[in-house]
């Protein structure tokens, strides 16, 4: 990659996270900056892009539960919009072209029935690097969002074998015996360790069992990553996996988002069949609202799915690329698109930035519509008459339970989001719930009694426990607070919250350690 390239894509990056903005949206800048001096997508470029969806999905695969696929309100909520969204852009270019667009004018209802189908996609890449970065990959509405886009994604998946007008090879049937391989694929995932050598695993995994070995019979590669990442989910390592993936993914993936603007150099026909399109996105996240509160998920649930979803797929490209070559399109609906695509994440990412804000300004309005009986999942939650809660039950939650038990007693209640990891932590003796504290919706119905005199926030992100201290002091909690940090400079803000005790996670590790061997060595 040329200096120029790495230098653009910083600026760019660093001048928007400066204001306050994901930095994705500077490197699609970027993208069309260089465009505009003369550098255009190379095959090496859209090779590193092809690495970074690929791990992408890979790492979706590792945090993915196969029983979320098969629920109703994620299959039959992909199929009902997937169909109502391709209709509706069916209908906004068949209107482009009644207008006289000029790029439209060249459709028949067949084909714009196939680009609409492409629109109604939402991007997979964007959405999962949205939820990331607000830490809520484990809260139902993210659960459910991913759920509809590897949906979407199989449906993709589906198109490409036809449009291609090749079925896969008859070895294909090896994926069939896939599941024999897993006990050889978890010895190796365990023995690997934690440093480069799992790295390197991960990416052997993602990159030539799983790409490369559906590539050569004739499936799609980023599908292969996503099903060997599934294969090996409910490993527990394979969260440490997924976390030394992590920034190599990420860098892979600023090639991506160059890749975008690199494409080509808007026109004046191309502007305006984007702006077309990026007008009727609000048409397309209504029909996604809709269809999630027909599911009897709540405002905030179906709002926040809504928002993650609100922008076009990549996989619009891809559509529109092999039409292209076919020869029914022109070529400038890449670009046109392209334009869409970047238009509509620039859109997504102030919204989903601003979704607590949005949910707060529509909530009571919306409520009016919500369906009286809720889906199970989605009930509000009420902690009871626990004298101590410990909100968020991993490693140092349960640790804290366990040690604060012998004191308190059988009065300690965790609050865990995660509902996988509530059987195990129930069956170690734990009286635990479900619930997401970072969800303004589980503040709103929560009652906390005047016996509750002591909150633990073991919350692994600094935002969620400051969320936390907001909303408990907004219900006059008059107890006492303590917090976990991860970075020596968080706790200046916890103290400002009025937070008791501060526990830093590293500083702390050490002297825990000294403590423990002390206790055990000394003399009997």
Known sequence: MEPILIAVAFGCGMLVNLIGLPPLLGFLAAGFILNAMGYHNTPALSEVADLGVTLLLFTIGLKLNVKILMRRDVWGTTSLHLLLSTLLFTVVLLVCKGLGLALAMSLDWK?????????????????????????????????????????????????????????????????????????????????????????????????????????????????????????????????????SLFNLKDLFLICFFLTIGLNGLPTHDTMLLALALV?????????????????????????????????????????????AKAGWISHEWLVALSLALAASFMISAPLNGQSERIYHRLGNWLRGMQATTLHPEDRPIELG?????????????????????????????????????????????????????????????????????????????????????EKLRSHGFAGKIAAIVRFEDDIASLKEQGVDAVFNVYDEAGSGFARHVIKRLQPL
Do not use: C
């Open 111 to 243: 084909l714009a029935l196939l680009l609409g189908f492409a629109l109604s996609f939402s991007s997979t890449v964007f959405a999962v690097k949205v939820l990331e970065e607000r830490s809520d990959m484990n809260a139902l509405y993210a659960r459910l969002a991913i759920g509809v886009l590897v949906m979407q994604d199989l449906f993709a998946v589906a198109f490409l074998a036809v449009s291609s007008g090749e079925w896969p090879s008859i070895w294909a049937l090896w994926i069939l015996g896939l599941p024999l391989l897993r006990p050889l694929l978890l010895k190796l995932l365990e023995r690997a360790g934690h440093g480069e050598l799992q790295v390197l695993f991960g990416i052997f995994l993602a990159l030539v069992v799983g790409a490369a070995g559906f590539e050569v019979v004739g499936l799609k590669p980023d599908l292969g990553a996503l099903i060997i990442g599934m294969l090996i989910a409910s490993h527990p390592a394979s969260a440490g996996l997924a976390k």
């Open 385 to 469: 008459d626990a004298e101590v809660i410990i909100l968020g039950m991993g490693r140092i939650g349960q640790g804290a339970y366990f040690e604060l038990e012998n004191k308190y007693g059988t009065v300690i209640l965790g609050v865990e989001n995660d509902s996988d990891k509530l059987p195990t932590l129930r069956a170690q003796g734990m009286n635990v719930i479900e619930g997401d504290a970072t969800d303004t919706d589980f503040w709103d119905k929560v009652l906390l009694s005047n016996q509750v005199n002591l909150v633990l926030l073991a919350m692994p992100h600094h935002s969620g426990n400051l969320y936390a201290i």
């Open 279 to 323: 007008l009727a996105l609000p048409l397309k996240s209504a029909l996604y609202y809709l269809v999630y509160s027909g599911a009897h998920l709540r405002v905030r649930t179906a709002l926040l799915s809504t928002l993650a979803l609100t922008n076009f797929s990549e996989f619009g490209l891809i559509v529109a690329a092999i039409a």
